[in-house]
């Protein structure tokens, strides 16, 4: 399995900005789909951005617009930049990979490796 950890959390004022990093155990970012997810407490994992080996991205309706998942494969990270951030984005960050070049989707069941998280505070 793959090892991954974010960074770049923190706390924010609202409609401030941060980006998140994650970095990889192996080179992994140009044969995988890789995702960022978040939980709030209380709530389910969602989805939020993938990108697969392309740089073909998917946006939930939540961010579309205001993230942006990129990557840098020769750095062996994936990013996630957060922009007009609002207090409901509070909450923990993961990055994880799905074992499939292309991404079909934000369902948390098809990735199998997740990083530790990192929290976002978003105060108003």
């Known amino acids: 399995q793959v090892q991954l950890m974010e960074s770049g959390g923190g706390p924010v004022q609202a409609g401030g900005s941060l980006r998140l990093s994650c970095v990889a155990s192996?080179?992994?970012?140009?044969?995988?789909?890789m995702g960022w997810f978040r939980q709030a407490p209380g709530k389910e994992r969602e989805g939020l951005a993938s990108?697969?080996?392309?740089?073909?991205?998917t946006y939930a309706d939540s961010v579309k617009g205001r993230f942006t998942i990129s990557k840098d494969n020769a750095k062996d990270t994936l990013y996630l930049d957060m922009n007009t951030l609002q207090p409901e984005d509070t909450a923990t960050y993961y990055c994880?990979?799905?074992?499939?070049?292309?991404?079909?989707?934000?369902?948390?069941?098809?990735?199998?490796?997740w990083g530790q998280g990192t929290q976002v505070t978003v105060s108003s």
């Open positions: 994880a990979t799905a074992p499939s070049l292309i991404c079909y989707g934000l369902d948390t069941d098809d990735f199998v490796s």
């Open positions: 192996k080179y992994i970012y140009d044969s995988y789909c």
């Open positions: 990108i697969d080996y392309e740089g073909d991205t």
